[in-house]
């Protein structure tokens, strides 16, 4: 039997909007062992690559609208046509009033809009990579990604050889805004809120008495159990068809008590079950607060 091929060493290219953290991601990437290299004119992309003979580090390579001779269209055509190498495309994504923040703090101008508002150079740059993002191997949306969490979400992808896929099991609050990154999405604001518990309020769902008030609500465990069995099918489903990622997110109001206990108790079933998921909170620190609770509870009750 002759003996398996060693892979090919990775070439990650990453674009997308500008802001939205490709320098970030660059500079953790290189911490983690990746030769990196920013805004490379597209000329010179092949000679990077092959220009050190016996390379066997994985490539990152940092392109969009700045980079000479970038085309949005002729991108993924370049990326494929290197030889030698496992070609991706990182797409980094922000929504665009992020991006008109980070850019008013840095006093920076976009690069497709000199002489007037960043938000004008968001736009057309938004819709001059759409089709780069559709087609793109990975999109990942840094609005609400703090930088430990940004670097664990490339460690997570990109710091070894996958053999299996990479699960998150996420929490978070309605109040402040969706999961941009999650997959699946179960809303757990139909039980019963630990908020209104004055000894439970400053507590979180990781803490035992938040998860036994929570579990005590006679639509838990029928839910859980199901959400259990459904992600544990959809795994091995998505791997086979290619998928090596998945999040599962968990909403509450705020995020801080029912969505969290969900979470922590899927977490923990699914490493029973054999698999290593990755547990994120993304508004644990958020403090309490009466106001985005009662507007809730009366949104609930207007549409009954």
């Known amino acids: 039997m002759s003996p398996t091929p060693p892979p090919l060493p990775r070439l990650l290219v990453v674009t997308g909007m500008s ?22 004119p597209t000329a010179l992309l092949d000679g990077f690559v092959h220009g050190e003979p016996g390379r066997t580090a994985p490539v990152a390579v940092g392109m969009d609208m700045r980079s000479r001779g970038f085309d949005p269209a002729a991108l993924p055509a370049l990326v494929r046509s290197i030889e030698g190498v496992t070609p ?3 797409y980094l994504d922000a929504s665009g ?13 976009h690069p497709m809009a000199e002489d007037r508002p ?14 780069l ?17 940004l670097r664990d979400e490339l460690v997570t992808r990109y710091g070894g050889e996958l053999d299996k896929p990479v699960i998150t099991i996420a929490s978070f609050g309605f109040a402040r805004g969706i999961s941009r990154t999650a997959d ?10 630990p908020h209104w518990d004055e000894t439970l309020r400053p507590l979180t769902g990781e803490d035992p008495r938040v998860r036994a008030h929570v579990a ?6 029928p839910t859980i159990e199901r959400i259990e069995a459904l992600v544990r099918d959809l795994v091995p489903r998505y791997w086979a068809a290619g998928k090596s990622y998945l999040t599962v997110a968990f909403g509450c109001t705020g995020g801080r008590h029912r969505s969290v206990a969900a979470a922590v108790e899927i977490a923990e079933r699914l490493r029973r079950a054999g698999f290593s998921p990755n547990v994120r909170h993304r508004d644990l620190a958020s ?6 609770e009662r507007q809730s509870a009366a949104r609930k009750t207007a549409r009954k």
């Open 19 to 40: 802001g939205a953290g490709k320098s970030t991601v660059l500079d953790i990437l290189e911490d983690m062992g990746w030769d990196c290299v920013d805004n490379l």
């Open 88 to 90: 991706e495309i990182l």
């Open 97 to 109: 009033a992020e991006l008109s923040r980070r850019y008013d703090e840095t006093r920076r101008r």
């Open 118 to 131: 960043a938000e004008d150079g968001i736009a057309r740059e938004r819709g001059a990579t759409a089709g």
């Open 133 to 149: 993002r559709r087609i793109a191997d990975t999109v990942l949306d840094t609005t609400d990604l703090s930088p430990v969490e």
């Open 184 to 193: 699946l999405v179960f809303d757990m604001r139909f039980l019963d809120n």
């Open 216 to 221: 005590a609500d006679p639509g838990w465990a």
């Open 287 to 292: 403090p309490p607060s009466d106001t985005v």
